[in-house]
Nanobody
């Protein structure tokens, strides 16, 4: 089974930028749709963004600040995060099939272990 591996998280000041990456541990990210969700301590998980074919979708909270993209060879997916705010602090997960955007949250999720993003001065 393909395993998803995120990287690129870290500590950044408000207004700063980070780029998250998601790779498949074996093979490619050969999913029709793949995206990101995040979860902050004590909060519900929140779908952030999704890419399917050439269509991109974003939550209202990140629209205009985050950009999702995917390599042509489908080996890596990225989330460029600009103008970061303290409320963006969360663990970010790469996830197949974009639950919360294209599908419901129920059922088995194919996701990575997550990468921590902390926005603080």
């Amino acid at each position: 089974q393909v395993q998803l591996v995120e990287s690129g998280g870290g500590l950044v000041q408000p207004g700063g930028s980070l780029r998250l990456s998601c790779e498949a541990s074996r093979g490619t990210l050969d999913y029709y749709a793949i995206g990101w969700f995040r979860q902050a301590p004590g909060k519900e998980r929140e779908a952030v963004s999704c890419i399917s074919d050439s269509t991109t979708r974003y939550s209202e909270a990140v629209k205009g600040r985050f950009t999702i993209s995917r390599d042509k060879d489908k080996k890596t997916m990225y989330l460029q995060m600009n103008s970061l705010k303290p409320e963006d602090t969360a663990i970010y997960y790469c996830v197949a099939d974009c639950p919360g955007i294209l599908t419901g949250w129920g059922g088995l999720m194919i996701r990575g272990q997550g990468t921590q993003v902390t926005v603080s001065s």
